[in-house]
């Protein structure tokens, strides 16, 4: 369930005119423009952007990168965006600074639509495909190329229409859990069937095969998959199978991580609770309080401040 606390029967004239007056005068009104898009959803924050740009031939995105700064601009930027776009933008983030993990995460969070939407808002936004970019990092003068199996992957989740049914093939499932099985223990992580697998399976279906390797092997695949930390195309499919088959207990990880880390890893911090505050937050916030024994919004409250910390705490469902 969402956390998001959302106000109805709003206008988004009147939310246009009082963020118009939030960015006007000696200094921008933060608390203000906290206490109407921190409670406005996505439809709503969409018809006071076009509000906005009817009433003053302004973009209100560009107008609030220009007033607000540090994390908060950066959190508040990702959370006024369409979810599209805004998936666009963090996909090319990720492919510039070689972070196959996010990529991992928007592939295999997404329900087919919405990632299809995140393909088709990149292809608008940056005028190519996502899987060009993609592919530019194997080739040319790049940091940190992406080895050809990696990117098979990614390009495999990227373009994956899964199924979302409920049904599975307990057949299917036993026999993908052999080939699963065979590929690992002899540490062939590049084998094609394990990616064909991970990218094609619905999430019923690639549960079933999971559960049915525990039960062979009494052992979880995630485990027999560790080995090398360098080895990325390991480390990629076992984010890619908790991502699928347990999606709050990823984002929990993905949560506690950020928030342990020796500087806040704010990036994903925020990324998290923008993105899935109109989702599931509230799930993987019950998660976290059973994994850490504290909740998330004192998690939060403690490593942020002022109207960064505000803003999240919003989010997480606090009111103003």
């Known amino acids: 369930m969402a956390t998001l606390i959302v106000h109805e029967n709003t206008s988004p004239v009147e939310d246009a005119e009082a963020l118009r007056k939030a960015c006007q005068g000696l200094g921008t009104d933060e608390k203000a423009v906290i ?30 990168e220009s007033e607000l700064s540090g994390d908060f601009e950066r959190a508040m930027y990702r959370w006024i965006l369409d979810p599209a776009d805004r998936d666009a933008v963090l996909d090319n983030a990720a492919i510039k600074k070689s972070d196959y993990r996010v990529i991992i995460e928007i592939s295999c969070a997404h329900s087919p639509e919405e990632l299809l939407a995140a393909r088709r808002a990149y292809k ?56 699963l099985h065979d590929a690992i223990k002899d540490k062939a992580f590049n084998h094609e069937e394990i990616i064909r697998i991970v990218s094609t399976r619905s999430k019923a279906q690639l549960v079933a095969t999971i559960n049915r390797y525990k039960d062979d092997h009494d052992i ?22 908790r991502c699928i088959t347990d999606l709050e ?72």
């Not at 970019?133 to 940190?144: M, P, V, Y």
């Not at 992406?146 to 299917?172: F, H, K, P």
């Not at 998959?225 to 990629?236: H, M, N, R, V």
């Open 220 to 241: 979880s695949i995630t485990k027999n998959l560790l080995g090398d930390p360098a080895d990325e195309l390991s480390t990629a499919l076992r984010m890619a199978i």
């Open 124 to 179: 608008i936004r940056y005028k190519r495909s996502l899987e060009e970019d993609l592919a530019a990092h194997t080739t040319g003068d790049i940091r940190k190329a992406w080895s050809w199996l990696l990117l098979q992957l990614l390009v495999a989740l990227v373009t994956a229409y899964r199924y979302e049914g409920d049904e599975i093939n307990a057949r299917l499932a036993n026999s993908e859990a052999v080939i």
């Open 249 to 320: 207990k990823y984002y929990e990880k993905v949560l506690r991580n950020a928030i342990n880390k020796v500087g806040t890893d704010e990036d994903a911090l925020n990324r998290v609770i923008v993105t899935r505050a109109e989702k599931d937050l509230k799930e993987i916030k019950e998660a976290y309080y059973k994994r850490n024994s504290v909740t998330l919004d004192h998690a939060v409250a403690k490593e942020t401040s002022g109207d960064y910390e505000a803003f999240l705490l919003t989010l997480l469902g606090k009111e103003n």
């Open 35 to 64: 206490k109407i898009l921190g409670h406005r959803n996505a439809t709503q924050r969409q018809l006071i952007r076009q509000a906005y740009e009817e009433l003053y031939q302004e973009d209100l995105v560009k107008r609030l």
